[in-house]
């Protein structure tokens, strides 16, 4: 089974960002890949407004990210995405960049 890595917006909206994030995680889910959101995850035992702890989530995020088939980008990328699409590029990663219906959890 494919395994994706899911890169969307977390900080701001953090509850709508979340949601977003649960939409596009049963999107892959339902087209047969195994969806890998570590800001679904890490935010439950880190604290995302410590900056060391916020490094340490998205360096672990990066290390799952390389067990990943492909990296799934969904909306206008923040600091911590331009930093997982780097990251994916350098280590020669398939990227798509996918859009979600509001509401809808098709892609």
């Known amino acids: 089974m494919k395994k ?61 990210m390389l067990d990943c088939d492909e990296v799934w980008v969904f909306g206008t990328a923040t600091e911590g995405m331009e930093q997982e699409i780097r990251f994916a590029v350098e280590h020669g990663k398939h990227l798509w960049f996918k859009e979600l219906p509001e509401g809808g959890a098709e892609l």
């Open 4 to 64: 994706v890595f899911i890169s969307s917006p977390f900080r701001g909206d953090v509850e709508c960002n979340t949601e977003k994030a649960r939409g596009y995680s049963r999107a892959a889910y339902e087209e047969g890949c195994i969806p890998i959101a570590p800001h679904l995850l890490f935010p439950q035992f880190l604290n995302e407004d410590e900056e060391k702890e916020r490094a340490a989530g998205i360096a672990m995020g990066l290390e799952l």
